[in-house]
């Protein structure tokens, strides 16, 4: 988790353990660590902006998980294709 971005999937961010595990990270290597992802379901521009902050989370909102699959199939198609673009759901 310090050297490569992370996709949480499946995962309560809001674990406060898991949490407090971040916020370290954060904090002793002063921000330093890659940007992680988080698909998370229904969310608000507050949580993101939040989830930033304070974790280095990056929100990748969806509505229906039927949403993810489609998801995850465009990344993998990605990732095939050596691109670097940022996926989003649409």
């Known amino acids: 988790m310090m050297t490569k971005s992370v996709l949480f999937i499946g995962y309560s961010i809001n674990d406060p353990d898991f949490r407090l595990l971040l916020d370290r990270q954060l904090t002793n290597f002063s921000g330093s660590v890659p940007v992680r992802y988080a698909l998370l379901k229904r969310t608000n521009e507050i949580e ?43």
Do not use: C, W
């Open 48 to 90: 993101h902006e939040f989830m930033m902050k304070s974790a280095n989370i990056r929100v990748i909102p969806y509505d229906d998980h039927e949403e993810i699959v489609h998801f995850l199939q465009k990344l993998s198609d990605e990732l095939t294709a050596g691109s670097d673009s940022l996926l989003s759901l649409e």
